[in-house]
């Protein structure tokens, strides 16, 4: 027996040499530790994954306009009224106050007498007609030119300007009243007395202007 062995004990409990017997710890407690550990962070994994399902499913619209720069408009009820605003009706001199000269720029005979005319019969005042100065004469390139003083009424202009779609505006230094309607190499026919029609009716009543979107 060795001096390291307590007294009355032998066996395989007899301490041999300078090495003392190893007595193991119990595992249990640690595999419990372990085992309450992997639990909580399994249930974090689980909500964490919950969590991005979630936004997915949804859309996550707000995260998606915020990072675009974007951001919805609320919805509001709408509200009884128009929806665009009128513009009052405007005021046209009638066909029996506007004076007419008819000119013809162009090769053809007799083409100021038969456009006067028939202005005549729309009710517009034709004072002269025929052959177009030198200054236009084989000149004007388009379907026709309106031309008058400066302080002539702009609403004359559009209501001539309607009998011939296409001819442009110009003024000169003259002082009276009269409008001059110089026909052009374009010019075919005058507008059909029904679409004169309607385009002075579209300016006595212009179409109303669109209400304002208002922006969030």
């Keep these: 027996m060795s001096m390291l062995t307590p007294p009355g004990m032998g066996g395989k409990y007899r301490v041999t040499g ?17 085992a309450l550990l992997g639990s909580v962070l399994a ?16 859309g996550d619209t707000a995260k998606r306009n915020t990072a675009a ?12 009224g128009p929806a665009a605003s ?3 009706a405007v005021v046209l001199p009638p066909p029996g106050e506007i004076k007419v000269n008819v000119y013809n720029a162009t090769p053809r005979a007799g083409l100021a007498k038969a456009v006067g005319d028939e202005l005549r019969k729309r009710g517009f005042v034709v004072v002269d007609v025929g052959n177009a100065p030198a200054d236009f004469d084989k000149k004007v390139p388009g379907t026709g030119i309106l031309l008058g003083s400066p302080t002539t009424d702009k609403a004359a202009y559009s209501v001539l300007g ?18 001059d309607l110089i ?10 007395k ?6 002075l009716a579209v ?3 212009p179409a109303p202007v669109p209400a304002p979107t208002k922006k969030c």
């Design 69 to 80: 720069g974007t951001k919805d408009c609320p919805t509001t009820a709408p509200k009884a």
């Design 18 to 34: 300078a090495a003392y017997p190893r007595m193991s710890r119990p595992r249990r407690r640690r595999r419990i530790v372990f």
């Design 86 to 88: 009128p513009k009052p």
């Design 183 to 192: 026909l052009g190499d374009a010019f075919k026919e005058l507008s059909t």
């Design 194 to 199: 029904e679409d004169a029609d309607k385009a």
């Design 203 to 205: 300016l006595a009543n």
């Design 43 to 58: 249930l974090a994994l689980l909500g964490y994954g919950a969590l991005q399902l979630i936004d997915v499913f949804r």
């Design 162 to 179: 309607t009998q011939l779609a296409g001819a442009t505006q110009q003024t000169d230094t003259r002082e009276t009243e009269e409008i």
